[in-house]
């Protein structure tokens, strides 16, 4: 059975940091690109940051040079390190699985709730 977990929201002021998590299991994880989306209130789901099977990174515009993500093939885990947050980062993120990166068609975790308050 596939399951992602993400952990690690919460409430900050602007300019702090947080620190988000993405547990797996079920999936080979080293083969598939992981993706962290956020969803505001009233706004569709946006990719925020990628890294594929090399390691090669992506990031939306509006994160970059704040947000970093890395994975560990071996525990199996995506992260997602913000700095600087901003009153517009809040949302809740959602980590995902495809073989393409920032792939819709993928498994996807339930979420979890960013609040930056400014």
């Known amino acids: 059975q596939v399951k992602l977990v993400e952990s690690g929201g919460g409430s900050v002021s602007a300019g702090g940091s947080l620190m988000l998590s993405c547990t797996t299991s079920?999936?080979?994880?080293?083969?598939?690109?992981m993706s962290w989306f956020r969803q505001a209130p009233g706004k569709e789901r946006e990719p925020v940051a990628a890294i594929d099977i090399g390691g090669t990174t992506l990031y939306a515009d509006s994160v970059k040079g704040r947000f970093t993500i890395s994975k560990d093939n071996i525990q199996k885990i995506l992260s997602l390190q913000m700095n600087s947050l901003e009153v517009g980062d809040t949302g809740t993120y959602y980590c995902?699985?495809?073989?393409?990166?920032?792939?819709?068609?993928?498994?996807w975790g339930q979420g979890t709730q960013v609040n930056v308050s400014s």
């Open positions: 995902a699985a495809a073989g393409i990166c920032y792939e819709r068609r993928a498994f």
């Open positions: 079920g999936i080979n994880f080293e083969n598939y690109c």
